[in-house]
Structure formats: structure tokens, C-alpha cells
């Protein structure tokens, strides 16, 4: 698949728009095991990813694999249940491959979830962390020819989650009694989960996912907004530790409930 075409990225957002309904303008992304909040969006044209020219398949685990188009927090939104990541074998332009074609689309915001690894000491199981910012530590998906048609060559990355996004979401959290952590996400190829060494290293909140898509989305004009569900405590590692896909999926299935009111009320607001 030639990225550098951008005759794909309009096959593609010409087959999705012969099948979803009105202009939406808010796109999410759901990570492992937040699918579910897929199941709130009403009206809901589902689109399996094998049916949409050139989109690639999603195979980890507690992603579903379906773009899905229809209201939520009454207004229309298009969202993916489930993502590409770059530890699958994909390319990071493949990895990111949707964004762009939902710019085509016409989507204007990116909310981004993901479940993720937390390192700072405060932070449990099942808390929500606020991306404030983000250390990448992938191959930056803007390496290659520049296409005019998207962005600027050299993007300005000093806010890239919108800090308007930021502040409802927290005047959403208060008014519902929803504690929030807030942090920086760094982003990690995985599939391997760090060493103990590593994660005192980077002393952040870790994934393998999300900084990809969030800096093709700003080398396009859309405003970001990102959550953390942290699933893993990656701070004190007694003699029988051990990280577990399966254990992740469980902690963020559990947190998705909450990321719902907040998502939900979010797309409600902007």
C-alpha cells in the first residue's frame, strides 16, 4: 500500500461517505477494552474495517474492529472501535492511515482513549488520566514526503491536546464527582511490556499506541483531546509480578462506564 498516494486516502473516505449520515465533526478513537462506549453511540451505521477500501485489520486484543458512524451526546460523531498499532507489523503511516482519511470526512476534533501503563507513584488501577502532553518514543509518522494536502511540513506541536478540551472535560469530571489524574503519556512501540529499569526511566504514563495518530492529527488542523485508562501499575514489582494482556483489558473495561459520562458530555459541548 503506497501511502504516499493520496488517492487511497479518497477511496477510502468516498466509500465511508456513501454510507455514513450527516457531517460529523467529532471522531473517537477507543482503545483495549473501551469499545463498549461504542455501544452508547444511537443510530449506529457499523462498518467492519475489512469492508472499507485499504484499511488494515485490527488484531489485539479487545479491539473489535468496526468504524461506526451515529449520535452521541446528540450530535453525530464517527467512531473506531479499535486501532492499528505500529507493533502489529504496520507501517506508521498505515498506523494513521484513518486519521487522515477521517479529515477527508470532514471531522474537525479527535478524542483519542487508550489503556496505558502507570508509572507515577500516585496513580492506580482504574484511574483516568488526562494527556496533557506526550513524549514520543516511536518513528515519527511524518517522516517521508510531505503532503501539502494535510499540513504544513513542519508542524508546531506545543499544544497538542487542546487545552479548551481539557478544561470541560474537568468541569464535566466535577460536576459528576469523577476524580481525574492528569499526566504525560509516553508513547512505546511495544509489543513487549517495559522492564522495571524502563519504566523508572521514562517516569510518565506508558502505551503503544495514540502519539501516532495525535501528531498526524495535528500535522492536519484537529483539535485532540486524550484519556488514559491506567491498567497497570508500573512502579513496585514484587518477586512474583508480572504485567498481563488479559489483566488490562479487565481494568479498562471496568473504567469505561465513567470514560462514557465523560466522552459523551464532551462531544455535547464542542
Same mark, same amino acid.
Given at each position: 500500500?503506497?501511502?504516499?498516494?493520496?488517492?487511497?486516502?479518497?477511496?477510502?473516505?468516498?466509500?465511508?461517505?456513501?454510507?455514513?449520515?450527516?457531517?460529523?465533526?467529532?471522531?473517537?478513537?477507543?482503545?483495549?477494552?473501551?469499545?463498549?462506549?461504542?455501544?452508547?453511540?444511537?443510530?449506529?451505521?457499523?462498518?467492519?474495517?475489512?469492508?472499507?477500501?485499504?484499511?488494515?485489520?485490527?488484531?489485539?486484543?479487545?479491539?473489535?474492529?468496526?468504524?461506526?458512524?451515529?449520535?452521541?451526546?446528540?450530535?453525530?460523531?464517527?467512531?473506531?472501535?479499535?486501532?492499528?498499532?505500529?507493533?502489529?507489523?504496520?507501517?506508521?503511516?498505515?498506523?494513521? +492511515?484513518?486519521? %487522515? #482519511?477521517?479529515?477527508?470526512?470532514? @471531522?474537525?476534533?479527535?478524542? *483519542?482513549?487508550?489503556? &496505558? =501503563?502507570?508509572?507515577?507513584?500516585?496513580?492506580?488501577?482504574?484511574?483516568?488520566?488526562?494527556?496533557?502532553?506526550?513524549?514520543?518514543?516511536?518513528?515519527?509518522?511524518?517522516?517521508?514526503?510531505?503532503?501539502?494536502?494535510?499540513?504544513?511540513?513542519?508542524?508546531?506541536?506545543?499544544?497538542?491536546?487542546?487545552?479548551?478540551?481539557?478544561?470541560?472535560?474537568?468541569?464535566?469530571?466535577?460536576?459528576?464527582?469523577?476524580?481525574?489524574?492528569?499526566?504525560?503519556?509516553?508513547?512505546?512501540?511495544?509489543?513487549?511490556?517495559?522492564?522495571?529499569?524502563?519504566?523508572? +526511566?521514562?517516569? %510518565? #504514563?506508558?502505551?503503544?499506541?495514540? @502519539?501516532?495518530?495525535?501528531? *498526524?492529527?495535528?500535522? &492536519? =488542523?484537529?483539535?485532540?483531546?486524550?484519556?488514559?485508562?491506567?491498567?497497570?501499575?508500573?512502579?513496585?514489582?514484587?518477586?512474583?509480578?508480572?504485567?498481563?494482556?488479559?489483566?488490562?483489558?479487565?481494568?479498562?473495561?471496568?473504567?469505561?462506564?465513567?470514560?462514557?459520562?465523560?466522552?459523551?458530555?464532551?462531544?455535547?459541548?464542542?
Amino acid at each position: 500500500m503506497n501511502t504516499n498516494d493520496n488517492t487511497i486516502y479518497r477511496e477510502a473516505a468516498g466509500y465511508l461517505s456513501s454510507r455514513i449520515t450527516g457531517n460529523p465533526e467529532t471522531a473517537i478513537i477507543l482503545g483495549s477494552g473501551l469499545g463498549s462506549l461504542a455501544d452508547q453511540i444511537e443510530e449506529a451505521v457499523v462498518i467492519p474495517y475489512s469492508e472499507i477500501p485499504h484499511f488494515m485489520h485490527s488484531t489485539a486484543a479487545g479491539h473489535k474492529g468496526n468504524f461506526i458512524c451515529g449520535r452521541l451526546g446528540g450530535k453525530q460523531v464517527l467512531a473506531m472501535q479499535g486501532r492499528f498499532h505500529y507493533y502489529e507489523g504496520y507501517t506508521m503511516q498505515q498506523v494513521t +492511515f484513518p486519521v %487522515r #482519511v477521517m479529515k477527508l470526512l470532514g @471531522v474537525k476534533n479527535l478524542l *483519542v482513549s487508550n489503556a &496505558a =501503563g502507570g508509572i507515577n507513584t500516585s496513580f492506580k488501577v482504574g484511574d483516568l488520566m488526562i494527556i496533557r502532553d506526550h513524549i514520543n518514543m516511536m518513528p515519527n509518522p511524518l517522516i517521508g514526503p510531505n503532503d501539502e494536502q494535510f499540513g504544513t511540513r513542519f508542524p508546531d506541536m506545543t499544544r497538542a491536546y487542546d487545552r479548551e478540551f481539557i478544561g470541560l472535560v474537568e468541569e464535566i469530571a466535577a460536576s459528576h464527582g469523577i476524580s481525574l489524574k492528569k499526566g504525560v503519556y509516553v508513547g512505546l512501540t511495544g509489543p513487549s511490556f517495559e522492564t522495571p529499569a524502563e519504566y523508572a +526511566f521514562y517516569g %510518565r #504514563v506508558g502505551g503503544m499506541s495514540t @502519539v501516532p495518530e495525535v501528531i *498526524v492529527a495535528r500535522h &492536519a =488542523g484537529l483539535r485532540v483531546f486524550g484519556m488514559s485508562v491506567i491498567t497497570n501499575e508500573g512502579y513496585h514489582f514484587a518477586d512474583d509480578f508480572v504485567n498481563d494482556g488479559a489483566d488490562v483489558i479487565v481494568a479498562a473495561n471496568q473504567a469505561a462506564a465513567v470514560m462514557t459520562i465523560l466522552f459523551r458530555e464532551l462531544v455535547a459541548k464542542i
